[in-house]
């Protein structure tokens, strides 16, 4: 993993491979290994930069003043963008990493050259379904006790709990057993963790505002939906791909939320065939 030094804190990441420059974003409670099975096929004839945001699975703890909003974390990536002069970007989301990319494209970033949502929080759904209001409602909770909230997730059972990630991916049990270490074992993760988690409480409107903004983005955009998302409606994805003025909508079979975990292969499959049309 290398290491930036952005506004509000050190920001982890990997960078591999050579070739169209792809930016691929996580979810909250996620890291980068997120993306390792898209990145393993990808990185062939692709560049491949994946940061570990600060969303509850990251390994460096944030600077006390740092804005864990999900508008702060964007402006962040923003700023990623930005010190590692990253240009004609395809900026990749899953997850809330989908909605971080939906308030990036709304404003004008002319790294940006292209956008991939991949079955993501959107429109009304923010927290987004049982898995997040659960969260967030636990964020409430003073980091200490939220600590001792979440030490149930060392069992799979619980993890595997509809309210925890049973809903989110069939396939990434061992994923998931190691993006929990950070917030289980280190209190400056925790107190993070609920900041991020406060943040998003206060504001579950953000993405019906990002969504006005969306039919701006006059870019080639390709919306990636899991047909059976019990989490992420499909209906979403479909508004997405309309909204978007020169999106196209591919939807996935045989996976949950988490594509990147449940169906790699389609999906580096999908990424590779978008970032060969021309522009």
Known sequence: ????????????????????????????????????????DLSADHRCVVPTLPLGAHRRAMDPGADLSLPGVARLVAE???????????LVGN???????????GEDRPRVARAVLVSCDAFDNFPPGLTGRTLVRSGRLPPWLFGLFMQQMRLRAARRLPLAFGHLTRRGDAATARWM??????????????????AAG??????LAAAEHLPKFDRPALV???????????????????????????EVDDSDTLIPLDR???????????????A
Not at 21 to 32: R, S
Not at 95 to 104: I, W
Not at 190 to 197: A, E, F, I, S, Y
């Open 1 to 40: 993993m290398r290491e930036i030094t952005l506004s509000g804190g050190v920001i982890e990441y990997e960078d591999t491979g050579d070739g169209p420059v792809l930016v691929l974003l996580h979810g909250l409670m996620m890291d980068a290994s997120l993306w390792d099975g898209p990145v393993a």
């Open 80 to 90: 990623f963008l930005d010190r590692l002069d990253l240009r004609d970007v395809t």
């Open 95 to 105: 997850d809330t990493g989908g909605a971080l990319v939906q308030l990036l494209i």
């Open 181 to 198: 270490r950070p917030v289980l074992t280190r209190p400056d993760i925790r107190r993070d963790t609920v900041r991020v988690l406060r």
């Open 202 to 207: 206060a504001d579950p409107d953000v993405l």
């Open 224 to 250: 990636v939906w899991a047909t059976e998302d019990r989490v992420m409606p499909l209906e979403h994805g479909r508004r997405l791909a309309t909204l978007l003025p020169r999106a196209r909508l591919a």
């Open 264 to 278: 790699p292969a389609r999906l580096a499959e999908l990424i590779r065939a978008f970032t060969r049309e021309p």
